[in-house]
């Protein structure tokens, strides 16, 4: 029974990991923190439900409008909601966070309504079984793809002009602009990342789950997995979505399903009181 | 993005005497008595008109009344509590907490505990839950002792789900599934039994929890939570001990929030662990954003938008209905959503343009009217 | 204003301050109609004591003031006579005007290497190796520490960074507020010695603001002093380290006074 919520944990704290990251780089770029993070994931979910089964879209053709799509609501967001609000302090700017995922769920459930729909993307779906752990293929997937984000995302970061901005950014607004970089336009591009990144795991966890507003919960759950891990590193997130991803397999495992929420949130309140800057956080860096 | 404070400005913590402004107001003093009185006559005929659903004998549509019934003003008035008392903590302390509907689950189950389970009166229970509200309270302000801005923040919302999750331990242990039913509320032989003796039950309480917050806000300890939220290093150098005066600020933020949550539950009847959810700690933080931060008036005015302006809305969408908007039908197939939307939008559009809230843009307003004035 | 004799190359100037006004928020006035012109490839010192209103000229020029909540009341700010007071910083930046910001800010988590590269950014990929190049060739001490993180740096080490990041996009003028600020005399002077070469190999102007008149007189043609938001005295740097009001003010003859009467 462990092996299998350890390795199940592991399979959905990917997807967890990667909410994450895209909360982190969001973070990162405006110290903004992103309350709506759990909706933009839900709305992958739904982007898929629109993308194959209305539209009918071939299944890669999909991936690459769900993309499209993601990339273009996290620039719209930037624009019309943080922008404005760019250099207020802590509160109004969680709080139109907030705003933003209340609106974003209202319009989800006027459009496609308050029923969950069941996703019928051509996502591997059987059960791998190694002698008595039961995998389910679309877990494995869904890890695999993670990882593989994840990957693609670091190279980004490393290897590429736009990341190497970005990192800058991320590091000091005010001597970007004396570089010449348009932040803007940086932070619209890290709204567009984590966007993308909530909805692939959207995506992934609509399948697993049914596409429905309901998953919003499962998506604010990044929110301790970054503060867990450390809410100014990269890894801290990956590592802190993958352990929510654990705790909760063996929380609900053992105890029950009702019991995740706390198992998750002591760890973070101890972690607040202990060692606020998180697992792979910066002291200094950390004091919020 | 660190800082919590408005944009309010710091006020001299240790200068008492009476400034240019206040003598004016003294000056003002006959009319503001009228303006109380008046205030004072509508907020005691007011139940009966929703009672009645007729002013002075003429009776009125359900339209002309916007819809509104007396339940519905009994649960504003007890989110009126809610939301003052978030305010005098996130407006007026600089602490931002996501854990209000955790207090209100405190009350609901101290009340559970004393009047459902010993049969204690229900007065007791109500004091019972301002206790637990109160020691819950310090219990949460704790962290604020380390850690400051998001990271207490987020440690408010971890204690929402670690009340939230005691809670449904509790009411699966104790009660049921349906959830934790209470006994009929009595105060000696009256029984509380209508909406209407709820009412003139809640509304001097609510007067006094808002009386309470603003004088609170107006004398010295007021002013020192002020000046530590405008600026802690210069609160903490000029001798003010800011982490007790922080823990009394959350104590009686929680034990008004706890007292609501005990009223609530006894006016509902039956609350299950269901109704805590963040949304409604949320909610409390939006009516505070769209009444306004930093004031009493805030407090009071974004509890009557949040839980009126449904109902009315609901009024007027019936209205057109016949006339028969694609909007109008909308509305009545995806009330609660169009709901959301309207709230989330209008949150969001205060936040850009009117960081100060309805009360706020009054005040911005009447000053352009009427400069010098203060309102 | 007392002006004395000469005036900067009489062409259109690369940079020109005209009775320029600056305050922050509603009421503090931080500039009053300054004047201030910088010729191609010149070197001109801001001087003044603090709080007179330097990195406020530097931040309007640059476009930084809104940043800060500070706003133009009145004035102009010209590069090569066209106007640039309402554009954005980093749009100024990429017209050619480097900055040296007060407090150095070099991005702490990034390498050496990679803070000049996002100073670079700006140039098409093919100039940037070579921009690097000359930098490294101006201060080898960089080189040598190419791929440590920024912020694990000296304070002097960071200030040649900031330099060299600013010169990294090639600019034509370049703004350089308070090298000298906590740093040992040592370094301040092996910094400054870089600073004339950067005109020579370059050619790029300098606007140089220092409360430590005697360095930046030692190095610039061309001074303005700045006391409470105005400009109190300008002319070739000669004439104002020769004057009696930079003597008694800043070049210590004060202090000396004061030390033979004690
Ligand atoms: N962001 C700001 N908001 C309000 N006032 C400011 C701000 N920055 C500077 N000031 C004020 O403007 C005036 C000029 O400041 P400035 O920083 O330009 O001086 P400075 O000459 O650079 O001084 P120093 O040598 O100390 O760096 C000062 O009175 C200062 O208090
Ligand atoms: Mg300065």
Known sequence: MLVQFLLTGLALGSIYGLVALGF????????????????????????????????????????????????LLGIVIQFLFIRPLSGQPLLPVIMITIALSIILKALIEILYGVQPKPLATSLPTGVLILGDVRLSQLNLTAAVVSWVCMGVFFAFFRFTKAGLLMRATADSHEAAILSGVNVNRINAGAWAIGTILAVIGGVFLGQIQLASTELEHIGLLALPAVVIGGLQSIPGAIVGGILVGVIEQLASGYISPKARDVFIYIPLLIMLLVRPWGLFGNRELGRV | MTSVSTSRT????????????????????????????????????????????????????????????????????????GAVSLNYLTGCAGLVSIGHAAFFAVGAMAAAATGAQLGLPFLVSLVAALIAGAAAGVLAGLPSLRVRGLYFVLSTMALHFIVVFAFSEYQYAAFDVFGISYPQPAIGPFALDSALKWYFFLLPIVVLCCLACNYSLKHREGRALLAVRDNEQAASSSGIDVRVLRLKAFA????????????????????????YSLNLAISFIAMIIIGGMGSIAGGVVGALVWLLLPSVLTGFAGE?????????????????????????????????FAPGGIVGAARKLTKLVRPGAEA | ????????????????????????????????????????????????????????????????????????????????????????????????MGQVPEGRLVFKNLTVEENLQVGGAILPRATLAERLDAVYDLFPRLAERKDQAAGLMSGGEQQMLALGRALAASPRVLLIDEL???????????????????????????????QNARLALGICDYAYVLERGEIVLAGPAELVAASERMHESYLGARAERQAAAG
């Open chain 2, 252 to 275: 009686f933020s929680s034990a008004i929030a706890s007292l609501a949550g005990a009223l609530q539950a006894y006016y509902l009847t039956t609350v299950s662990t269901e109704l």
């Open chain 1, 24 to 71: 982190a780089v969001i973070y990162k770029a405006e110290r903004v923190f992103n309350f709506a993070q759990g909706i933009l994931m839900v709305c992958g979910a739904y982007l898929a439900y629109t993308a194959t089964t209305q539209l009918g879209l071939p299944f890669p053709v999909a991936v690459i409008v769900i993309i499209a799509a993601a990339a």
């Open chain 3, 1 to 96: 204003m007392m002006a004395l004799n000469g005036t900067p190359a009489a062409d259109t100037p690369l940079l020109e301050v005209r009775t320029l006004s600056v305050a922050y928020g509603r009421k503090a006035v931080a500039l009053n109609a300054v004047n201030l012109t910088v010729p191609k490839a010149g070197v001109v010192a801001l001087l003044g004591a603090n709080g007179a209103g330097k990195t406020t000229l530097i931040r309007t020029v640059s476009g930084l003031i809104r940043l800060h909540n500070g706003a133009i009341t009145g004035g102009e700010v010209l590069l090569e006579g066209k106007s640039i007071a309402g554009l954005s910083a980093d749009r100024i930046v990429r017209l050619g």
């Open chain 2, 10 to 81: 710091a006020m001299p913590i240790d200068e008492f005497a009476p400034s240019a402004p206040a003598r004016q107001k003294a000056a003002a003093r006959p009319l503001r008595w009228l303006w109380l009185a008046v205030a004072a006559a509508v907020l005691v005929y007011l139940p009966f008109v929703l009672h009645d659903r007729a002013i002075l004998g003429y009776r009125l549509s359900n339209i002309q009344l916007l819809n509104v019934g007396l339940a519905q003003l009994n649960l504003t008035l007890i989110a009126v509590l």
């Open chain 3, 180 to 210: 000298s600020l906590g740093l040992a005399p040592l370094i301040v002077g092996a910094i400054y010695q870089q600073l004339k070469k950067i005109r020579e190999h370059f050619g790029t102007a300098l606007l140089i603001v220092e």
């Open chain 2, 320 to 352: 057109l209905g016949a006339a028969g908007g694609g909007l109008a039908k909308i509305f009545v197939e995806h009330r609660p959503q169009v709901v959301n939307l309207i709230f989330g939008s209008l949150v969001a559009v205060l936040l850009i």
